[in-house]
């Protein structure tokens, strides 16, 4: 059974940073695409940034655009996300997501076969 365990959440002040991070526990898994999504109280959930198997490519959300980066480590099958000058439109739960079939950066929840648990980030004005 493959998890992915996620860390970092939490509150920061508008115009902080914060760092999400995101594992693999399964030795025999290999990640194929990771990405993040968030949903916010009473909202649907979104995409916020993908990234391909090898790194080359990512997508991201014109809303995170220019603000947040993607990154992953494969040895570690780790995807990081981080978040600067973070927003109080940014307060969601954020869950991040791995698919065993798609190798590149996708920004549609259909693509991604597992989930993390999710992380509350809240961003205070």
Do not use: H
């Amino acid at each position: 059974q493959v998890q992915l365990v996620e860390s970092g959440g939490g509150v920061v002040q508008a115009g902080g940073s914060l760092r999400l991070s995101c594992a693999a526990s399964e030795r025999s898994f290999t990640p194929l695409a990771m990405a993040w999504f968030r949903q916010a109280p009473g909202k649907e959930i979104e995409s916020v940034a993908a990234i391909s198997w090898m790194g080359s490519n990512t997508y991201f959300a014109d809303s995170v655009k220019g603000r947040f980066t993607i990154s992953r480590d494969n040895d570690k099958k780790m995807v990081v996300l981080q978040m600067n000058s973070a927003r109080p439109e940014d307060t969601a739960s954020y869950y991040c997501a791995t698919s065993q079939t798609t190798s590149n950066a996708s920004g549609s929840a259909r693509a991604y076969d597992y989930w993390g648990q999710g992380s509350q980030v809240t961003v205070s004005s």
